[in-house]
C-alpha cells in the first residue's frame, strides 16, 4: 500500500510539472494512456475514465482523465484530454481542467436505464491543438459509471463558442467506455 502511495505521488508530481509546462506555452498536454482501467495516478479518492467512440461521417474520438474527488466539500480536480480526428476533417486535441466546484453528484442516478454514480463539473481549455477550440473555452463535463457489474458508463462533453466540435458523448461497454466515479 505504501509503495502505491509513493508511486502515485511521484506519478502526480511528474504530471503537476508537465501540466504546468503545457498550460504556459498552450502547447496540448496528454499523457498517452492505451491500458483498460482508469489510468494510472488517479487521486484519493479517484475518479477517472478512459473512452473510445465513433461518431459517425468517418469521425472518431478518444478521451482519457482522472484526479481528485471530495464529494463533502463539493470538489473536483484533475485533467481531460480529447482527441477527435478522421471525415477527411483536420484532427484536433483539446485539454481541460475540472472544477473546482462540481455541479451536481449523485449516487443514485439513472442513466442507460441502469442505476450507477453521476457527477458533473465544469471544464476549462487549457491547451488546444484545434484552432477553432481557444485556451479558455469554458464548458461542462457529465461522468456517468454505472454499478452492479453492468458496465454502461458515459462520458458526455457540453463545451461553449467555437469549441462546439469537442462537445461529444462517449457510451458504450467497458470496451469503449470505462469509468470509475465515486462514491465507490
Given at each position: 500500500m505504501c509503495v502505491f502511495a509513493a508511486g502515485c505521488s511521484a506519478v502526480a508530481a511528474g504530471l503537476t510539472?508537465?501540466?504546468?509546462a503545457a498550460e504556459g506555452n498552450g502547447g496540448p498536454w496528454c499523457v498517452p494512456y492505451s491500458?483498460?482501467?482508469i489510468p494510472p495516478g488517479s487521486g484519493i479518492p479517484p475518479w477517472g475514465f478512459h473512452a473510445t467512440q465513433?461518431?459517425?461521417h468517418g469521425r472518431s474520438g478518444f478521451a482519457h482523465g482522472w484526479g481528485n474527488i471530495n464529494l463533502e466539500r463539493n470538489t473536483i480536480s484533475g485533467k481531460i484530454c480529447q482527441q477527435?480526428?478522421?471525415g477527411g476533417q483536420p484532427g484536433g486535441m483539446i485539454s481541460v481542467r475540472?472544477?473546482?466546484r462540481i455541479t451536481y453528484h449523485s449516487h443514485t442516478a439513472f442513466m442507460w436505464g441502469y442505476e450507477g454514480n453521476i457527477v458533473k463539473a465544469p471544464v476549462q481549455v487549457i491547451s488546444s491543438t484545434d484552432s477553432k477550440c481557444k485556451v479558455g473555452t469554458r464548458g461542462?463535463?457529465?461522468m456517468y459509471a454505472s454499478y452492479n457489474g453492468v458496465k454502461s458508463?458515459?462520458?458526455q462533453f457540453f463545451m461553449n463558442a467555437?469549441?462546439?466540435d469537442g462537445s461529444r458523448l462517449y457510451h458504450g461497454s467497458a470496451s469503449q467506455v470505462n469509468a470509475q466515479v465515486p462514491p465507490l
Open positions: 510539472a508537465e501540466v504546468g491500458g483498460n482501467g465513433s461518431f459517425g477527435i480526428s478522421g475540472l472544477g473546482p461542462r463535463v457529465t458508463d458515459s462520458i467555437d469549441c462546439r
